[in-house]
């Protein structure tokens, strides 16, 4: 089976801090997304890579970064958190061919008080 | 981007066919139409995906028309346990392969 796993399920910082939310997939996927989920407004693309050290931002990048220096891992970067990136942070890949399938994880709650 | 429109809620009750039709007018040539089901506190779950016409797995049936403007996810005799927020998306034509658009989901509500 695949997996895609994300290093926290539920994470509570401080505004100003700096967070990393970390996710790892083991099938060896080109393609990785960060989206965050909000009530009422579905699944928002925050960024996305399809290589190491390639990446692309999404619809809502505002705020944050991402790294991607091996193929299996791809890193959210809240470089200064603040109460408004309180939300469900949702990692998935995806094969390189068009229409296959994204593989999420978990998630991870965040709050930023 | 082809962006996809569908109904924000539905409800059914246990044992009943359930059909969610979404629009996706700007659908591409080469784009997929691919549905997710997602429970709460989870990540979405891939569920069907088709290109034309009618796919059928053992979960679902998705019927496509020939113009694919619009597709039908149709949810045989439904359960308490099929109650989540269904996608629909298309593949996205821009210079990455694998973005989709997510929306906001229909919120499928089954009753006893």
């Known amino acids: 089976d695949v997996k895609v796993t994300q290093s926290s399920r539920y994470l509570v910082k401080r505004t100003g801090e700096k967070v990393f939310l970390e996710c790892v997939q083991d099938m060896d996927h080109e393609n990785m997304f960060w989206y965050r989920q909000d009530p009422g407004l579905g699944l928002r693309l925050i960024y996305f890579s399809y290589d190491v050290k390639m990446k692309e931002k999404g619809d809502i990048p505002e705020g944050y970064s991402v790294s991607r220096e091996k193929k299996e891992r791809f890193s959210l970067i809240l470089e200064s958190a603040s109460t408004n990136q309180t939300s469900m942070y949702l990692c998935?890949?995806?094969?390189?061919?068009?229409?296959?399938?994204?593989?999420f994880g978990p998630g991870t709650r965040l709050t930023v008080l | 981007l082809a962006k996809t429109t569908q109904p924000i809620s539905m409800d059914s009750y246990e044992g009943q066919e359930v059909n969610i039709t979404c629009s996706h007018n700007?659908?591409?040539?080469?784009?997929?139409i691919t549905w997710y089901q997602q429970f709460p506190s989870q990540g979405p779950r891939f569920i069907i995906q088709?290109?034309?016409t009618k796919v059928t797995n053992e979960v679902a049936s998705l019927f496509i028309p020939a113009d694919r403007k619009s597709s039908t996810l149709s949810l045989p005799r439904v359960s308490l346990s099929d109650t989540a927020v269904y996608y629909c998306l298309v593949g996205d034509r821009g210079s990455t392969l694998g973005r989709l658009y997510f929306g906001r989901g229909t919120q499928l509500t089954v009753w006893p």
């Open positions: 088709g290109y034309k």
């Open positions: 700007n659908i591409a040539t080469n784009d997929y």
């Open positions: 998935a890949s995806i094969q390189k061919e068009r229409g296959g399938e994204q593989f």
